[in-house]
Every structure is written in structure tokens, then in C-alpha cells.
């Protein structure tokens, strides 16, 4: 971790200007922090964040992970259920989907973790993993009234500070876009039952298609009842996911198109990487370091500028925030 006069001296060196005075501020308020590690490569990053031309919340959009990021990785002393696993629990599912569904995660987990496995072969175990998932899924039966219920009666551990980072960002009309390689409608489903769900967010995940959307005239008439019959396409998974996905949705690129300043919130080294396929002036990346070893933590070290540890609250994301909109 990187003393706040270190960092400061840091950002200097890029010969602009700087309020060091502001930045120095900041960086004291996190490190008071002790589950906050600042690594080198954020100086420059907050500096332009904190005293750039484009120095407010105006310019800015944030790019969100949902599982385990805007949720906790762990639920007392068992790891939090994904939106996947929402899916899973509860006396309206068969025993044989739930216990296949686990065998699955049991199966392909360790190599999404892996630090040894090439990114190409990863890759393909990921797709092999989500599309053994969705089989399943398909095939259970659900419909959009029990994957409602299924939200509802899950028992899903939103991080600390999530809502007040929520209700910041919608109060100041400052677009969420929420990657997920999840599904999209439970995601949808959980932010409503939690009231976590706003106007200025929008939801990049695997989207489910019913029996009733083919021939439709209406399609904002839904039946509750319809069954799952597949996915959209492209298959989203946890090395994919990304702003890359935001072209083909005009509504998402016309909210942050002139917001070329990114606050990157991930909890796994492939997510940042969620802002790429799109310009932007800075990407400042947040990494939920929420376990694992000294291999690992050198794997987040790489790809993010500052890390939350031991799967703690969104608070140093808030004060950021907060930072920037006094700058």
C-alpha cells in the first residue's frame, strides 16, 4: 500500500497540474481504511477524476459487476448464492436440477480461478459451463412467475453500502450499467424485490426468451405463465462480459456516450476489462479482492488500481464519489 505523499509525488511526475491538496485528501480518507489497498497505477487515474476538465459527476458512468461485487461473496460462513443459484433453492425445485446444477459449479469453478490456465482453454470451459447451465434451466420449466418467486424467497446479501451507493448514483442521474455473466432477469427480479432497482440503471446479462415472445403483436403484454424456451444471444459469460456488448443497445450508448469517465467495479480479474469497446478518458478500477491467496492477489495487483479487501463495503466507492462531485 502506497503512503498518500508517495502517490501524490507519483501523479505529479505526469507534469500537470494537480490540487495536491484535494488528492491528498482522498487518499488519506481511504488508507484510514485498512480493508483498502491503493496501488500505484491509480495516482494519474484520480488525479484526472479529481481536477481533469472533466472533473464531475456529469462526465461520469459506472460499470458495475453484479455477483459477489454489488453482493457479498459471503453469507455468514457460506459463500452468497449468484443469480444463477437463485435459481436453484427452494421447495418449488426439483431436487435433480439443483443437485446437477451444483455438480456443475463444483466441476468448473476451480478453473475460473485458476492462475494457471491459458486464457484461450478458460475460455472455452466457461462456455461449456454456461451452456451445460442454461440446458438445465430450459429444461426445469421455469417460467417468469417462479424465477419471480424464486427472487423474492431467496435469500441474497446485498455488499454494505450498496443502496446508499444506488440512491447516490440515481440522485445525481449518474447512469449503473450492471455487467453480469448471471442471468439478466433474476438480476432484474432481485433489484426489484430490494427495491435496488432505478431509472438510470440498465442491465447487461444473459436474457432470457418465453414461449410467448414468438408471433407476439403485444410484446408488452406478458404471460407470467410462459415457459423458458432459451437465451439471446450472445452467450455472456465471465471472461466476455463488457461494454463491447453496449453497441448493439442504443439506449446504453446514448447515456454514456458523453460520459467518457468510468468507475470500474469487479470482483474477479476478467472483469476489468468491462470497459473495453468503448473510448473513454479514464478508467479507474475497483477490484473486490473478497479472498483468496498471495497468487491471486498479484493476479488482481495487475489489472485493477485500487482493491477492496475481505469482501468489505462499498464505502470507499462512495467517498470517491463524493470526492469527485466537491471537486
Known sequence: MKQAEEVSVQAASHGTLLNTSRLDQLINKLEQNAQVAILPSAANKLRILLDGPQNSLASLHVVADFDMTLTKHWNALERNISSHGVLERGEHVNKEF?????????????????????????????IEWWTKAHEAMIAEGFTRRSIERQARDANMQFRAGV??????????????????????????????????????????????????EHGSSNPTCVDLDALLIGFQEPLVHSLNKGERVVQSHSTLSQQIHERRQVILLGDSPGDAQMAAGAQHDVVLKIGFFNFGDEARRREFEQVFDILVLGDSSMDPVIELLQAIESA
Not at 449503473?176 to 426489484?192: H, K, N, P, Q, T
Open 98 to 126: 439443483a443437485i446437477h446444477t451444483r455438480q456443475l459449479y463444483h466441476h468448473y469453478y476451480s478453473y475460473e480461478i485458476s492462475t494457471s490456465i491459458g486464457h484461450e482453454e478458460k475460455t472455452k470451459l466457461m
Open 163 to 212: 443502496k446508499q451507493l444506488i440512491d447516490l448514483l440515481d440522485a445525481r442521474r449518474v447512469p449503473l450499467l450492471i455487467f453480469s455473466a448471471g442471468i439478466g432477469d433474476v438480476i432484474e427480479a432481485l433489484l426489484r424485490v430490494n427495491d435496488l432497482s432505478r431509472p438510470k440503471q440498465a442491465i447487461v446479462s444473459n436474457k432470457m426468451r418465453f414461449s410467448d
